[in-house]
């Protein structure tokens, strides 16, 4: 019998300790990330305004900060029936690789519902970013759309310290006004 409990118990140790490696590393990659996040000069909200101004009326659908060359931001923007990707030197601001533009059709299903959405929302995410990093004492580091529970929310991610912390809002909802007739 205490062959088999041994035998039993050994897979689950292991689990255990793969589990632990996988945090460790986890760990690990949240500190780098954090860690170049804390030596860049160019915020969040400044790189997609940039990206913005490349397409005059164009909206943020989501950014992201990478750091597996230079620290960049990748933002996504949507105008008409386009997308365009642009990344922007995190330290400097400017533009750093070409731009990919690519057509709406392009899109899976959720992306598509997404940016469909973004549409009809009249927060933008620089909006969002602004309220996250004041709720969340930090600076953001990513942001976009996620459908949760069957509704649409933003989400950024913050860094506070040493941590990251993903705040989630709620768009007002869009409804008919209410006239009033005088």
Do not use: C
């Amino acid at each position: 019998m205490a062959d088999i409990t041994q035998a039993t118990q050994a897979p689950s140790d292991a689990a255990q300790q793969s589990a632990a490696a996988q945090d460790d590393v986890d760990e690990a990659a949240i500190r780098r990330v954090i860690e170049q996040f804390h030596t860049t000069r160019v915020p969040l909200d400044q790189a997609m305004t940039i990206a913005e101004r490349l397409h005059d009326g164009s909206r943020t659908a989501d950014v992201n900060f990478e750091i597996s060359g230079p620290p960049v931001y990748r933002v996504r923007t949507v105008k008409n029936e386009h997308i365009y990707e642009n990344v922007i030197d995190a330290s400097t601001g400017s533009v750093s690789q070409r731009e990919i533009a690519s057509s709406l059709k392009e899109l899976d299903r959720e992306d598509l519902a997404k940016v469909v959405a973004l549409k009809w929302i009249k927060q933008e995410l620089s909006d969002a970013v602004r309220v996250a990093e004041k709720a969340a004492e930090g600076k953001a580091l990513a942001g976009g759309l996620v459908k949760q529970d069957g509704k649409l929310n933003f989400v950024v991610v913050v860094a506070t310290g040493d941590r990251l912390k993903e705040v989630l809002l709620e768009p007002p909802k869009i409804g008919r006004r209410e006239s009033t007739h005088r």
